[in-house]
């Protein structure tokens, strides 16, 4: 069977999954992780995309973002892809593929699920037993959103905007929202709908998509809200 083309809309928050081929690092030192997110800050500017969260774990990375284009995303994607892969081979003179074949993605309900992706991306390193506070992981965005550093890689979408009127009120409300977490539901969700490319959120959301693009948008038909299962087997987080 032809798989699907990637669903891309422009103006929508996207949610992406890169891993390394057969769940190997993808990075050896913390000059590997510095390249990478001077690689993502440099192609989205130019792709016209807006990365708003991201964390970069052993084995894969997440982002969060929103493009202008229906091209964005895909340049970007392509272009860390390849630089980075030159790079990783010759600092550890190795050859062939680094990534698990094209990164996965797909669109979430901005209302229902963007601050939900946040923290379900701040909390990966927790999750993984790396750091028991998000804030000690320094490979993700989460400091950004909590007052302790500045990420020129980020751009807060508006809800996060709306989440107080000062910076102090908007760090201690996302903060709130980290240390509640996420149900089991929401998480399974959120890696399940990136990973099989199937839009993520209400039915009317479902169907504005749909009449948006060609490419099907949802396993099952159109208003019928999707059956998520938990994947089998025990892996890393995200």
Not at 101 to 110: E, H, P
Not at 169 to 176: F, G, L, M, P
Request: net charge positive.
């Amino acid at each position: 069977m032809a798989r699907l083309p990637r669903l891309t809309v422009p103006g929508y928050p996207h949610h992406i999954i890169q891993r390394g081929n057969n769940r190997q690092a993808i990075f050896a030192t913390t000059a590997d992780y510095e390249v990478l997110l001077a690689m993502l800050e440099e192609h989205a500017g130019k792709s016209g995309v807006a990365i708003h969260a991201y964390v970069l774990m052993s084995n894969h990375f997440h982002l969060l973002a929103t493009p202008e284009t229906a091209e964005g995303i895909p340049a970007m994607m392509q272009a860390v892809g390849r630089r980075y892969v030159r790079y990783f081979n010759q600092r550890q003179g190795r050859t062939g593929t680094l990534w698990e074949g094209r990164y996965k993605s797909t669109l979430i309900q901005a209302e229902r699920y963007l601050l939900a992706c946040m923290v379900y991306i701040d909390l990966n390193p927790v999750r993984a037993g790396l750091v028991r506070d998000p804030a000690d992981y320094p490979w993700s965005s989460h400091s950004h959103y909590v007052g302790r550093g500045s990420d020129r890689l980020v751009t807060p979408h508006s809800l996060y905007w709306e989440l107080g009127n000062t910076p102090f009120a908007r760090d201690a409300a996302y903060a709130d929202l980290v240390r509640a977490g996420i149900s089991a539901h929401q998480q399974h969700a959120l890696t399940d709908s990136a990973l099989r490319g199937w839009a993520l959120g209400e039915p009317d959301y479902v169907a504005d998509l749909q009449r948006r693009t060609a490419r099907r948008v949802s396993k099952t038909r159109v208003g019928r809200p999707p059956l998520v299962k938990p994947e089998s087997g025990k892996e890393p987080p995200g």
